[in-house]
């Protein structure tokens, strides 16, 4: 039976537990019509409350891609000559909450913090390339 793609995940990052969520989204030009393509990654650190949610925020743009139809599939982002990355996978998502943490993102810090993903993307598309273990030695 297939997962629900809107049901939260889990992920245990140095004995930490966080769920997260992929989603894709527009924004609306003033014809109404959908532009903007934007995938959201969010991460919630456990238990609920302590700590607030990190949103690493995927944006088209000009040598960019985030799926919006065929051929794409729907968790993939990346950079047109360059890296990759698929949402959807567990090991993506880790390798992208590591990146975060390396840039000084706090998981006990309890408001919201957004960050660029694509900041992210070449150290977390690396060290997949790579095929090591995200979490590290």
């Known amino acids: 039976m297939p997962r629900r793609s809107k049901k ?44 607030g949610p990190l949103r690493i925020l995927f944006t088209d743009g000009p040598g960019r891609y985030v799926p919006g139809g065929a051929p794409l599939g729907s968790g993939d982002v990346g950079l047109t000559r360059g890296q990759s990355l698929n949402l959807h996978e567990p090991g993506a998502v880790r390798a992208l909450l590591n990146a975060a943490l390396a840039r000084g993102w706090q998981p006990g810090e309890r408001q919201a913090v957004e960050v660029d993903g694509w900041l992210l993307l070449e150290a977390a598309a690396a060290v997949r390339a790579r095929g090591a273990d995200p979490a590290g030695p």
């Open 8 to 51: 939260p995940r889990r992920l245990v990052a140095d004995g930490r537990v966080y769920m997260w969520t992929m989603r894709h989204s527009h924004r609306k030009d003033g014809n109404g019509r959908s532009v903007d393509c934007r995938q959201t990654l969010t991460l919630s650190p456990q238990p609920a409350g302590s700590g």
